[in-house]
């Protein structure tokens, strides 16, 4: 059972509760930047994705972060999280 102190968050890609700190959270701030964050600590808006390649890839594909912000999100930034994604995992 989960201890009561753990706080849970749901991906926006597969939908499930997760260990919020076994995930990733991205982040929109008042200017309008989308942006991974992975002090957990920037201010704004923020979405949490499962930290493996198919929630992520399942996030670009159906463009889920245009409904979480209720705003247009251009396919750069997509990329852009794709790719910081990519060279985390490679440290």
Not at 6 to 32: F, H, W, Y
Not at 42 to 60: H, P, T
Request: glycine residues 4%.
């Amino acid at each position: 059972m989960q201890d009561k102190k753990t706080p849970l968050r749901m991906c926006v890609a597969c939908r499930q509760l997760i260990d919020k700190k076994s995930m990733l959270r991205i982040v929109r701030n008042k200017e309008g930047e989308i942006f991974i964050d992975f002090s957990f600590k920037a201010s704004g808006r923020g979405a949490y994705i499962c930290d493996n390649i198919e929630c992520v890839k399942k996030l670009k594909n159906k463009r889920l972060l245009n409904k979480v912000f209720s705003c247009a999100v251009d396919e750069q930034v997509y990329a852009a999280i794709e790719e910081e994604y990519f060279v985390k995992k490679q440290n």
